[in-house]
Structure formats: structure tokens, C-alpha cells
T-cell receptor
Framework: EDKVVQSPLSLVVHEGDTVTLNCSYE??????LLWYKQEKKAPTFLFML????IEKKSGRLSSILDKKELFSILNITATQTGDSAIYLC?????????????FGKGTLLTVNP | NAGVTQTPKFQVLKTGQSMTLQCAQD?????MSWYRQDPGMGLRLIHY???????DQGEVPNGYNVSRSTTEDFPLRLLSAAPSQTSVYFC???????????FGAGTRLSVL
């Protein structure tokens, strides 16, 4: 049973489009949800969300968490070819000191010129 | 700023061979972990450590050993490589006070 489900698994858009990536989760001891961007190599941190309804924003990227409905979205506006990457969602469901991240399978975003 | 350093970047093994993937971090992070990434599977936790001398199993530990003799280093050992261990391996670290993990550049391993 998947605890963290991302959708869509892949997406192809044109430069300038706006995209919304989804992450739903089902865990018992939620602490935080994190978004990472993975290009050719290591995943790099984008956002960490712990509270519902508070949007995190960085340039053209933004993310919000809904703890009641158990999901998060990552929005990218005015996409560029450099946004092409795998976007990973991860949930910390340890609820205590035994920190473990559970990752979704990722969304592969391709932005064509 | 070295961060998390993994070596080697690429490795090809024959079935049954052993090897060690190296991971070192210079950020004085207590927590270190190893993940494997397979197509369509996301990142899966192999082993992790919350400090020197302390290790624990993750989601997919079979076939892998780890040790943590220093804060900086967290090597991953494959004692008898199998084709099912063909994957990309990532090492990550963080402080115990933060949920944000920092990843190394990865090791691409092929077992023939």
C-alpha cells in the first residue's frame, strides 16, 4: 500500500504553461511534507510544509498543504525548460524522534520550448 | 562547500562480488541515510543512522550492511552483489533538529 501517491506520474507541457503537481498521503503520525526537485543528479530541497493553508512560495514555484484532506500541491507558473525534472514529494510520518521520510514515486515534468 | 560526497559515481560489478559505496558529509549532521532509486519506484530507504555507533534498517535492507564509526562517514556494503541491486544509490544527511535532508550526487551501480 502506497503511503504517498503523486500524480500525474509524467507530464509534458510547453514553455509558459502553468502546471499543478499533486501529492496525497495516508499516514498516521504526520509531521511534515517536503518537495524536492531532481534533475540529473541529487534531489534538491524546494519546500517543507507543516501547517494547513499556508502557502510557501519561491519565485514561480509555490506549494500548499491541506492536512484535513491529506494532500499537497506544487504549482509552477510560466514554466521554463529548466523546470524539466522529477519532482518528489516526501512525508515524515514518524511522529516522534524516529525520523523517516517516505517518498512518492515522483512526477516527471518535461517542458518543451 | 562539499556537503554530502559519494564515491564512486559509477560502478559495474559481477554477480557475487562485494563492494563498498562511500558516503561522507562535512556538515556535522547526526542523521545519515542510504536510499536506492529504481525507475517508477521513487526513493526507498535502505539503512539509516542517528549517530556514530547507531544504525537501523529501513524499508529495503536485505543484501546491504552499514556501520557508522564516525559522524562524517556512513559506508554501504554489498557483500554479494545481485542483479536486483542494480540501481542508483543516494546518501543523505541532516541534523536531528531539522526535517530537511541533503543528498549526495548518487552512485549508479550495475550488477551483471
Amino acid at each position: 500500500e502506497d503511503k504517498v501517491v503523486q500524480s500525474p506520474l509524467s507530464l509534458v507541457v510547453h514553455e509558459g504553461d502553468t502546471v499543478t503537481l499533486n501529492c496525497s498521503y495516508e499516514v498516521t503520525n504526520f509531521r511534515s511534507l517536503l518537495w524536492y526537485k531532481q534533475e540529473k543528479k541529487a534531489p534538491t530541497f524546494l519546500f517543507m510544509l507543516t501547517s494547513s493553508g499556508i502557502e510557501k512560495k519561491s519565485g514561480r514555484l509555490s506549494s500548499i498543504l491541506d492536512k484535513k484532506e491529506l494532500f499537497s500541491i506544487l504549482n509552477i507558473t510560466a514554466t521554463q525548460t529548466g523546470d524539466s525534472a522529477i519532482y518528489l514529494c516526501a512525508v515524515d510520518d514518524s511522529g516522534g524522534s524516529n525520523y523517516k521520510l517516505t517518498f512518492g514515486k515522483g512526477t516527471l515534468l518535461t517542458v518543451n520550448p | 562547500n562539499a556537503g554530502v560526497t559519494q564515491t564512486p559515481k559509477f560502478q559495474v560489478l559481477k554477480t557475487g562480488q562485494s563492494m563498498t559505496l562511500q558516503c561522507a558529509q562535512d556538515m556535522n549532521h547526526e542523521y545519515m541515510s542510504w536510499y536506492r532509486q529504481d525507475p517508477g519506484m521513487g526513493l526507498r530507504l535502505i539503512h539509516y543512522s542517528v549517530g556514530a555507533g547507531i544504525t537501523d534498517q529501513g524499508e529495503v535492507p536485505n543484501g546491504y550492511n552499514v556501520s557508522r564509526s564516525t559522524t562524517e562517514d556512513f559506508p554501504l556494503r554489498l557483500l554479494s552483489a545481485a542483479p536486483s541491486q542494480t540501481s542508483v544509490y543516494f546518501c543523505a544527511s541532516r541534523t536531528l533538529g531539522s526535517n530537511i535532508q541533503y543528498f549526495g550526487a548518487g552512485t549508479r551501480l550495475s550488477v551483471l
